[in-house]
């Protein structure tokens, strides 16, 4: 389970709120786990481990939060996804020209490499999946088009 570290440090805090750890608890917690006292201070695998503790404690991020907190680049990157997928289902490329064919399809796709990767929507891919997917739509549209001219 690895999340950017942006998201480690958010589930982090919201987790602090809701475990209702008072601070000096909490950096008593950080200060056990990684010898560090200050959360900007920690690398990946020690942000890994607090989030870890914070999900055996009870813990229980709320996928709507993770949803909510999409990048700008992973929103611009979803758009530029579903533009390419009407263009190619427009010029009959694709014959599911819906949101959901285009998930349908990133779904086949994704499952070639990872069968154990259980998303239910496209927003919920991680960053670098979107970019891979948009890559190879990208390079598939500019095949079709060869093709044709």
Known sequence: M?????????????GKKSLELDMFSYVRLLHSLTGK???N???N???????????????????KAVKNQLTSRTEIQ?????????LMSLEGYCKDTSDKGLFDWAKHRINNFDRNLK??????FPDWIIKGLLEELESQYRCYTKTVN
């Open 37 to 39: 006292v200050n959360i």
């Open 45 to 63: 695998l020690e942000l890994t481990q607090v989030f870890l503790k914070f999900l055996w404690l009870g813990y229980n991020p709320q996928l």
């Open 119 to 124: 998303i239910d929507h496209l927003e919920w």
């Open 78 to 86: 979803l758009k530029k996804l579903r533009q390419l997928w009407c």
């Open 2 to 14: 690895f999340l950017e570290r942006y998201y480690y440090i958010k589930h982090i805090e919201v």
């Open 41 to 43: 201070e920690l690398n």
